[in-house]
């Protein structure tokens, strides 16, 4: 649900279910159960409605009578396994991320998707605005994954993924494309995009007439897994959190010719000159 303002104060409102995830309190599944039994109170009264517009400043919201305390902001990097789902919740009871992230302490969302099959650097965070920078493709922070493909690709194959392909949602940005490796019968590529489309990659290489084999991605923007082991998580650094934060809308194109992935016009986030590589 989108953002409201309040009329008087111009503030934004949010939706009561959502102050919860906001805070660090737990998901927004938990929020509405603790709304619709009853538990939580705004200025005292009990609401029972999770789409109900609070104004964080004014209204005083409880659970079981306690004051909603705002958490701290918290941003980890984990190196999610392949076989972990980046949901709260699986009803087939699949391990999730939140298998992993237990010791955190607070409740934090992950920042976009990764397939259940891909591994690699997913961001998770309470920040929702530092979220919504880093995943929206407006602010274009590239994403770089590792990948090896089904098949050996040829030069052609790869200018056509360097070029943009086309796809069923639409034509792909131009993308950085460099050939790793070729084996007897794949190919290992690194490709570096800046939108986040669902299941991107895989479908950029079935365009070109081949498939994934292996997708792990290994930075996003300057961040990379380097050598953080596997299902393990780390704090991000302060300056980390600053660079991907001041990534700024962007409309200028991303320059597909120079391996670092540099933009024409206004700098913004870059691609890592050298990504760590993962265990690939
Ligand atoms: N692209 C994909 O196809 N899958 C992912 O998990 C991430 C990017």
Redesign the pocket.
């Known amino acids: 649900m989108p953002e409201t303002g309040n009329r008087k104060t111009g503030r934004p409102l949010k939706t009561l279910e959502r102050v919860f995830s906001k805070a660090g309190s737990g998901s927004r599944t938990d929020a509405r159960s603790w709304i619709g039994a009853g538990r939580v109170r705004v200025n005292g009264k009990v609401v029972l409605n999770p789409d109900h517009w609070v104004d964080l400043e004014l209204d005083r919201i409880t659970l079981d009578g306690k004051p909603l305390q705002a958490a701290s902001k918290t941003y980890i990097l984990l190196y999610k396994p392949k076989g972990y789902l980046t949901t709260f919740r699986d009803p087939g009871g699949r391990p999730t991320v939140y298998d992993l992230t237990a010791g955190v302490g607070t409740w934090l969302s992950p920042v976009g998707?990764?397939?259940l099959d891909?591994s690699g650097l997913l961001l998770m965070t309470n920040d929702t605005t530092f979220g919504e920078i880093v995943a929206s493709p407006d602010h274009k922070v590239p994403k770089t994954?590792q990948i090896k493909a089904a098949t050996l690709l040829g030069d052609e194959q790869i200018e056509r993924l360097r070029q943009g392909v086309e796809l069923s949602d639409g034509p792909t940005r131009p993308a950085v494309v460099r050939r790793l490796r070729d084996g007897a019968k794949r190919t290992h590529l690194e490709m570096t995009i800046t939108e986040g489309r669902n299941?991107?990659?895989?479908?950029m290489i079935e365009a070109v007439g081949s498939k994934?084999q292996k997708?792990v991605?290994t930075a996003i923007g300057p961040i990379r897994i380097a050598d953080l082991p596997i299902g393990e998580w780390r704090k991000l650094t302060g300056e980390e959190v600053a660079v991907l934060s001041g990534a700024r809308p962007s409309t200028s194109s991303f320059d597909p010719s120079t391996s670092a992935g540099r933009r024409k016009g206004r700098s913004s986030c870059r691609a890592p000159k050298n990504p760590a590589a993962p265990r690939f």
Not at 199 to 203: A, C, D, E, H, L
């Open positions: 998707r990764l397939d891909t994954y299941r991107q990659v895989r479908r994934v997708l991605r």
